[in-house]
């Protein structure tokens, strides 16, 4: 297609919107007529990365295959686009700060004094471009993070206003801004909107196409008076209202043709319609899944935030489509579970899937959960701390090791089954215990695992610092808990599964970041199908 076009995509009025949900639905439209399409996240806090955060404040951590931790909006993106993301489509304020003081340290800038323009709008226009230069996509669609009119966003929004100047046709603003319906008054308000415009304006973007966000039908009328007031043709004013699903978002955009208008406005031929087949029959597909009676799936963790478990919901999602049942996920809160209630809180779910997380928060209701499951025979997926809890459990209550602990929990723990391992230091980039990123995992033929993958050696990504310790191995595979996944270079253990039950599996790594709408994944269609079958 010869130069890279990029596509900004900016908030105004109220943070939450959908930024992310927009820019996978212009990428997968873009797509869908052929064109190379990735995605990247500017977040405007100052943290290098979301690892640290709590996920009440910033929903889940996502981890791309090369190991980075990164904002939630990239699962959106990977789930939509069926691309697999890496470091540099997530860049945080934190980032950008950290790699110009480092020049600054080594002596780059010969000596000058370091000022938001040029030097931060410099590196953010160097990490908005990188992704164009190295890999040749025909579109690099940038989301900003945040709300235009906060303090933080004016460097990345100075950058945009540079690079639309430098680049011309082959730069576009997209702004997304919310109309809000006032009950008492029985009208939709477009003031929030033009004032949101007028913000932007006065750092000198003027935007190309706007999506207005609302929970009602916006008539013409209102669309050719925001047109009016905001300098936009009429056609460019495009409409987001409340979906059954996310994912009818980009056939909502394309009945609007919005992929047509940035087509249009970028000098590019309109072309053949979007090739959305494959995507229409998953919508399809779903529509007669949610006519079922629901299966309820138990999610038992400590978060209870839709966001702080993003992916896992929408994986459970994609299975129960592709296994044409609506699954219901019915967050369990593990701090509350007690021996006492634990029988009324997973009465009447089929299937029971333990989270992950860190620290000593909410464990103990794990295991009284995976006890339960276990001899109740409910199907059970745990996955990374929620396999830890599985082996955990497993060792108090039938090895009868009654002081089994990860060390992460009791560091004097004599019976220490979740450890950090000597073989783990190995094979962890530049020494630290963290595990992160993409690892190879051989399967043991017959397993539960092996079925469901229907292949031998799988790659999974992992975000976690402790280990199943194996000098416990044998007796666990004695008393009937089987290692079925090991990492062919360490010997670590990635997955284990009691054979005699339904459906017990644990894995050390995270299969939900791999699901996505068109290839959902293996593990999670086994288990919701082993919930229907229960």
């Known amino acids: 297609m010869g130069e890279t076009k990029y596509i900004f995509v900016t908030g105004g009025v109220a943070s939450s919107l959908g930024k992310g949900i927009i820019s996978s639905s212009i990428g997968k439209l873009l797509q869908a007529r052929g064109y190379s399409v990735t995605i990247q996240k500017f977040d405007p806090y100052i943290n290098i990365d979301p690892g640290t955060l709590n996920p009440y404040e910033h929903g889940e951590c996502y981890v791309t295959v090369d190991g980075h931790e990164a904002d939630l909006d990239l699962g959106h993106y990977e789930r939509y686009l069926g691309i697999e993301t890496t470091k540099a489509n997530n860049i945080t304020t934190g980032r950008i700060y950290k790699s110009v003081i480092d020049k600054e340290r080594r002596g780059d800038y010969l000596g000058k004094t370091i000022q938001i323009i040029p030097h931060i709008t410099d590196e953010i226009k160097r990490n908005v471009k990188l992704l164009g230069s190295k890999n040749q996509f025909d579109f690099v669609i940038t989301e900003i993070g945040g709300t235009v009119g906060d303090i933080e966003s004016l460097p990345y929004l100075e950058s945009i206003r540079q690079l639309k100047w430098e680049l011309g046709k082959n730069a576009l603003c997209v702004h997304l801004t919310y109309v809000p319906y006032l009950k008492a008054a029985g009208e939709l308000k477009t003031k ?45 004013v495009v409409q987001s209202i409340d979906a059954a699903t996310i994912y009818e978002v980009p056939l909502l955009m394309q009945e609007q043709g919005l992929d047509e208008t940035i087509l249009t406005k970028m000098g590019l031929p309109i072309g053949n319609q979007p090739e959305l087949g494959p995507w229409r029959s998953f919508l399809d597909r779903r529509e007669k899944a949610e006519e079922t009676d629901p299966i309820h799936i138990a999610l038992v963790g400590k978060y209870d935030l839709q966001d702080a478990y993003k992916s896992i919901r929408e994986a459970l999602s994609h299975a129960g489509v592709y296994n044409d049942r609506k699954v219901k996920v019915d967050f369990v809160d593990s701090e509350k579970l007690t021996d006492e ?27 009284v959960a995976l006890k339960y499951a276990r001899t109740q025979d409910i199907p059970t997926f745990g996955i990374c701390l929620g396999m830890q809890c599985m082996a955990i459990e497993f060792a108090r209550n ?114 939900e970041y791999s699901s996505t709408v068109l290839n959902p994944h293996p593990l999670f269609l086994s288990f919701v199908k082993a919930a229907i079958n229960q």
């Open 192 to 236: 929030p909107t033009q004032h949101s415009v007028k913000e932007l304006q006065s750092v000198g973007i003027q935007p190309d196409i706007l999506v207005l966000r609302s929970e009602y039908e916006l008539g013409m009328g209102l669309r050719r008076k925001v047109a009016q007031f905001c300098n936009v043709d009429e056609k460019s």
């Open 341 to 367: 209630n634990v029988a009324e809180a997973l009465e009447g779910k089929a299937g029971v899937l333990i989270g992950p997380g860190f620290g000593q928060r909410g464990i103990d209701g794990k295991f």
């Open 398 to 511: 039938v090895l009868n090791l009654s002081d089994a602990n990860s060390r992460e929990m009791d560091a004097k723990t004599p019976n220490n089954v979740i450890d950090i391992m000597e073989e783990q230091k190995a094979i962890t980039s530049m020494g630290g215990t963290m595990r992160l990123g993409a690892y190879e995992c051989a399967l043991e033929p017959g397993s539960n695992a092996y079925e469901a993958y229907g292949k031998e050696i799988i790659k999974e990504r992992h975000r976690h610092r402790y280990e199943f310790n194996n000098d416990f191995k044998d007796r666990y595979e004695a008393a009937g808990m089987q290692c079925t996944g090991i990492n062919p270079e360490s010997g670590l253990v990635e997955i284990v599964e009691i054979p005699k039950l339904k459906w017990f599996v644990g894995t050390q790594f995270h299969p």
